[in-house]
């Protein structure tokens, strides 16, 4: 790989696709991003996707001999033996399709995929709230609650590319059915599809991430403690979090943590309350800096540095 | 350093003293243990163990030049900064002593100093039941419960040498009070402490370690519940751990893991129970294979090799 190579930072949310293209430091050349029906189709939005990387490549001013490979986030588990996502339900889409393939043949381009909270942990700890640090704990309180970890300013993935699946900790042992199939789990209870539902009886059904932003910023009470409740029902599992993985710092990201101050003191509140002094007082907390972002730069530091996972992964025997 | 040069593992406990020399690939050279009171007097502990490093050279035929560099296991938390014992309660004798310094002193030699379940890890991960695998938690259930976290082959210590501390995980909100100073933490529902104190009204204030181990060897129900409810609460924890971590194993060691099978069948009830099933699925539960001895492997393996810790060590700031 020439040493002025172009990398193509690729993001699919469920709504949106972002793409990004950098220098092999990470460095943004140029960004865009459309909304595309993501989760339907995973035929369109790839094309969709392919059209949008040759555009920016075009108005940058790239050769492609210069693109030298590619970091793709996608909202689900991915399956480390195919590249293809774990999960049918998540992206109804997408299921089966050897998603890291595809792309790379389409592009032209070697290609890496990753699930989008392991790509926000990767871009917030570079290049966002973390960078400089060595421990992150990334969280995403999105639709659902996911988590990544930078060790060692590494990405850590787990034995089969799992880690940070901190949504299915069980908060509640009574509480309501997840869509893993277990009860009471965190995102039942903090995820903003959890939150919309509590809200729902008294704000009315038109209620949405918007609207609790507008009333969190009329000074709303009720539902600013509806918010700060979910802070602490995640804070309570990041304290345990806390106390295993000693981390510098935890990063609240995702679309709902435009909350703000409820969502991250009522996560405060729970660390200071549940970890070890020790392990508290060393955690910082911080809002996460790159918002919307976050995933197609930690796609771009996947694709411009070598080496940038934590070991090798371990294959299934 | 000499590719012939030797290490010393020294390995201070509660009531013993365990001692290796090894060569630079960790294989042993000879080892001794002796029975010494290290809670309450670090200078006698110290002057013991200098004594025990000295005969145990003399009689492996290994001359003073050839000695390279030392681990050392010590029952408690390290602090990073000083290389001194950070709690005074878990280990009176040593409060504020510079164990690091005073053993480096005493032996002449370079001493990299950590806590038993760190140094119980990196045993049974690179010479126990973990070897071969790159992701292992290792817990080690005795008297208190700690744990250590090998990733990538290498000991992760946390921000602050804190990482691993699984044994003051809230499991109970009304439970006892802990000596951490929080209530219905998993040392004070599943800890030997704990399991002692539930027998006694019914087995009698005599009752020991070892009077549990007979008992289950005569297949005796009642006792066989108790340990089988702690594992089942270890497991709750290693759970929500194994669905962040996502480890291959799980290796359950310290004096209580002899228990055997009640231990780690409720263990593995409880992971398959509330662990996501892609999780449960990789994660092997596995007992320790190297008994006492982990620990001092452990400060071995730490000597032996450079860099067998998981990047730089974040330092205060």
């Known amino acids: 790989m020439s040493s002025n190579g172009v990398v193509v930072g690729l993001d699919f949310n469920h709504d949106r696709i972002h793409v990004a293209l950098g220098d092999r ?5 140029g960004e865009v991003a459309a909304d595309i029906d993501v989760d339907n189709s995973a035929a369109e939005a790839v094309d969709a996707a392919v059209e949008m990387v040759e555009a920016l490549r075009v108005s940058a001013g790239v050769e492609k001999s210069q693109l030298v490979g590619a970091g793709v986030g996608v909202p689900g588990p991915i399956d480390d033996r195919t590249g293809a996502l774990a999960s049918a339900e998540i992206l109804p889409g997408w299921a089966g399709l050897p998603a890291r393939e595809a792309l790379s043949r389409r592009l032209g381009l070697p290609v890496q995929v990753e699930n989008d909270a392991n790509l926000g942990a990767l871009g917030e700890a570079t290049l966002g709230a973390g960078r400089g640090l060595q421990h992150v704990f990334y969280v ?4 659902g609650i996911g988590a990544g970890l930078v060790i060692g300013g590494k990405l850590y993935r787990g034995a089969a590319g799992m880690a940070g699946e901190i949504g299915h900790v069980q908060v509640r042992a009574d509480g309501l059915l997840c869509r893993c199939g277990n009860r009471g789990c965190l ?10 539902a509590v809200l729902r009886p008294t704000r009315g059904d038109g209620i949405t991430r918007q609207t609790i932003f507008d009333l969190l910023a009329a000074d709303d009470v009720g539902v600013s403690r509806v918010i700060s409740d979910a802070g602490r029902a995640i804070g309570r599992v990041l304290a345990d979090i806390c106390n295993v993985f000693n981390p510098e710092a935890v990063v609240i ?13 009522g996560i405060r509140e729970s660390i200071d309350r549940f970890a ?3 392990v508290a007082q060393v955690v910082k907390v911080l809002p996460a800096e790159l ?16 080496d940038q996972v934590t070991a090798d992964r371990a294959l299934p025997g």
């Open 25 to 29: 430091a990470a460095n943004v050349l």
């Open 140 to 143: 995403r309180v999105a639709s």
């Open 187 to 196: 995102e039942t209870a903090a995820s903003e599809r959890a939150i919309l």
């Open 253 to 265: 990201g995702g679309e709902l943590a435009e909350a703000g101050d409820p969502l991250l003191s």
């Open 276 to 278: 070890l002094p020790s």
């Open 291 to 306: 918002g919307e972002r976050a995933e197609v730069l930690g796609a771009l530091v996947l694709a411009s540095t070598p």
